[in-house]
């Protein structure tokens, strides 16, 4: 069985997560590809009063009724910082050696890596893969351990999804239209 973790405090999900996802399943064959709501992320200030509840709940939305993706609760559970390299190792008790794991992120991210919590053994653990857009440059230390794959250019980020809620601005093609209801409905990033 091949899985593709793809962590992340989704904050909120938008479209540019699900076709991260989309992409990778398709391109690496994936069985499933599991969306795992970071708790508190090690490297990221929360910059908003979302609740890990509310998160989870906009990601369920999300993908609801898609049978490729499934949620984990295992960080949020935890309610401790969230480090990928805890996250793979539970997933690897959970599913045993019989399981290829491809950890999903952004090419952002994968410039990031030297700075993450056992970076040398989550490269021993997973295939880490990171999406690239045509022109991306290649910083990283890690870059010949990286699997990168070529993704359409979405530039949609959680960032700029809160800056137009804040500023009174439409969201309505930038992130699923459930998610869009809840936000509007908790009055959520105002």
């Not at 990778?24 to 992320?41: A, E, H, M, N, R």
């Not at 898609?66 to 401790?80: N, V």
């Not at 809160?162 to 936000?183: A, E, N, S």
Request: aromatic share 8%; net charge negative; charged share 30%.
């Amino acid at each position: 069985m091949k899985i593709g973790l793809l962590g992340g405090t989704f904050n909120p999900i938008h479209m540019g997560h699900l076709i991260l996802a989309q992409e990778c399943w398709d391109q690496l064959t994936l069985d499933k590809v599991i969306f795992v709501p970071s708790f508190i992320p090690p490297h990221k200030h929360m910059e908003t009063e979302v609740s890990a509840h509310d998160r989870l709940n906009m990601v369920r939305l999300a993908l609801e009724g898609d049978d490729r993706f499934e949620i984990s609760t295992y960080e949020i559970d935890r309610k401790d910082v969230s480090y990928t390299i805890d996250t793979i190792r539970h997933f690897r008790s959970e599913d045993g050696n019989d399981v290829e794991i491809f950890f999903l992120t952004g090419a952002d991210s994968a410039e990031t890596l030297s700075m993450w919590k056992n970076a040398d053994d989550i490269l021993k653990e997973c295939t880490f893969v990171a999406a690239s857009r045509p022109g991306w440059g290649e910083d990283s230390a890690y870059e010949d351990r990286i699997k990168r794959l070529i993704m359409p250019n979405i530039e949609i980020s959680s960032t700029a999804v809160r800056q137009r809620i804040r500023d009174r601005r439409p969201i309505d093609h930038m992130v699923p239209q459930k998610v869009v209801q809840y936000i509007r409905k908790k009055g959520l990033y105002r």
